[in-house]
């Protein structure tokens, strides 16, 4: 143990602090999200679920259970909202854990770096969101080789690397996601429309699913809409504004945005104002996330939808990684049951009651 405190020193970590932020009241999805239960991904339509095993779990002879997590970083609320219910767990349970954190600040060399800290250390499991879907082959065999099980949390890998690598996903499914998003967006559009696409990060998998969603759906059953350009915001508020604004100086007439993220809708937002168009109305608005600031803008009128991926999965994670240190199974992909939120259901009292 005296090893694993020298080693943290090196991290940009948190042992048992308070977190702060929305999230930390509760574990459970916010108040909003009993609005559209009806609509909440259909997780029993999901292949048969697959049982994991640990890879051979050594035991480690923490006392507690002992957690790596390499957090991407904070490039969205939806993120900060992430690392503070994960913070805020494991401070109100510091009796049974123990919590290495590390923010990798969006690059990926930083959370192989923090994964290899974590194997130093002998932590019992690791956590962490991948920032993209590929080049995780060596630092997941080393995770194995030790003796370590792996939780992804909110993002995949490549499936082409093998889902051995890992040994369970705790996230939403993304894919589903961008579907949601499709038929929201046919609605409003009545079937007609030209519509511009804000990309999540380049290689993320929340990205490339919540496209290859929206994408096919339209594809397959919108003739009259028309995607007109896809381009990176970057998951962040800056550049959905940055980019929405080249998209509207390239194109005079477009209907509606889809964006992969809360936050880059509200950057569209502003950009949609200040070309004096009225964003819900003259441009038609959806994100992804359900964050409390798209929750107040569809209050405003200023978005139309969004899609519900919950942040808050620190119980699951938790839970999840104690069942793993004492090598029983679990299913490979432990899925979030997220919701679709319009316009419509949306009142004051929901706003207030959204945690994050
Ligand atoms: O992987 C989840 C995505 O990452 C969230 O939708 C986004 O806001 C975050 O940055």
């Not at 459970?28 to 697959?50: D, F, H, L, Q, R």
């Not at 889809?258 to 950057?267: E, Q, S, V």
């Not at 798209?294 to 808050?312: H, R, W």
Request: proline residues 3%; aromatic residues 6%; negative net charge.
């Amino acid at each position: 143990m005296k090893k694993i405190v020298a080693l943290l020193v090196g991290l940009t970590m948190v042992m048992g602090l308070a977190a702060c932020g929305n999230a930390n009241t509760q574990t459970t999805a916010p108040a909003a999200n009993e609005a559209a239960e009806e609509t909440a991904a259909p997780a029993e339509e999901s292949e048969p679920e697959e049982q994991a095993e640990a890879p051979a779990a050594e035991n480690k002879g923490n006392e507690k259970l002992v957690v790596g997590f390499a957090q991407i970083g904070q490039e969205s609320g939806w993120r900060d909202a992430e690392t503070n219910d994960v913070q805020w767990y494991a401070a109100r349970n510091t009796d049974t854990i123990e919590l290495a954190f590390a923010d990798a600040q969006q690059k990926q060399e930083n959370q192989i770096k923090a994964i290899r800290n974590f194997i130093e250390m002998g932590v019992d499991v690791i956590v962490f969101p991948p920032v993209v879907e590929t080049g995780w082959e060596a630092v997941l065999t080393e995770c194995q080789e030790a003796g370590i099980p792996v939780i992804l949390v909110d993002r995949g890998i490549d499936a082409s690397a093998g889902d051995d690598l890992y040994t369970t996903m705790i996230a939403s499914d993304h894919v589903w996601a961008g579907e949601q998003a499709a038929i929201v967006m046919n609605d409003l559009l009545g079937g007609t429309g030209k519509v511009v696409e804000l990309e999540g990060t380049v290689g993320a998998s929340a990205a490339v699913q919540r496209k290859q969603g929206f994408d096919d759906y339209i594809a397959s059953n919108c003739p009259n809409i028309e995607i007109v350009d896809s381009q990176t915001g970057d998951f962040t508020r800056a550049m959905g504004k940055e980019v929405m604004e080249s998209f509207l100086k390239s194109y005079s007439d477009i209907d509606a945005v889809f964006c992969h993220n809360d936050d880059m809708a509200l950057g569209a937002i502003e950009a949609i104002k200040e070309a004096g168009l009225k964003p819900g109305e003259d441009i038609k608005v959806i994100g992804v996330d359900g964050v409390k600031g798209a929750f107040e803008s569809m209050l405003a009128g200023e978005m139309n939808c969004t899609v519900e991926c919950t942040p808050i999965l620190a119980q699951q994670i938790f839970d999840t990684a104690a069942k793993l240190k004492n090598g029983e199974t679990v299913d490979k992909w432990i899925m979030s049951a997220d919701g679709v939120y319009t316009a419509d259901q949306i009142t004051q009292e929901v706003v207030d009651g959204c945690q994050y």
